[in-house]
Nanobody, 125 residues
Framework: QVQLVESGGGLVQAGGSLRLSCVAS????????MGWFRQAPGKEREFVAA????????YNGDSVKGRFTISRDNAKNTVYLQMNSLKPEDTAVYYC??????????????????WGKGTLVTVSS
């Protein structure tokens, strides 16, 4: 069982920045693929970014590429999502997630094994 706890959400004006953090339990954090997903009001949950255990990163296309950066600190069992140049359409609950199954072969279509409870990001115009 892996527990994930997100933090760092809040209210920010358009153009501003936030950094989300997610602390994971478990002794083998370095082997997990870690990702961030988001769900806006009335919309389905969507993939944002992921970092595989070998350090490879994947982003969800043009919606966040160049503005969001995912990183991990294995010594702290933590994954981060630095969000810059935020837009009102980035408003959503952001969820941290972990994959323990596919390792470096993980792709967004595989989904994740564990999920955090989410942290709300609200971007005002």
């Amino acid at each position: 069982q892996v527990q994930l706890v997100e933090s760092g959400g809040g209210l920010v004006q358009a153009g501003g920045s936030l950094r989300l953090s997610c602390v994971a339990s478990g002794r083998t954090f370095s082997t997990y693929t870690m990702g961030w997903f988001r769900q806006a009001p009335g919309k389905e949950r969507e993939f944002v970014a992921a970092v595989r255990r070998n350090g490879d990163v994947t982003y969800n296309g043009d919606s966040v590429k160049g503005r969001f950066t995912i990183s991990r600190d294995n010594a702290k069992n933590t994954v981060y999502l630095q969000m810059n140049s935020l837009k009102p359409e980035d408003t959503a609950v952001y969820y941290c997630a972990a994959d323990l199954t596919y390792g470096s072969n993980w792709f967004p279509r595989y989904g994740m094994d564990y999920w955090g409870k989410g942290t709300l990001v609200t971007v005002s115009s």
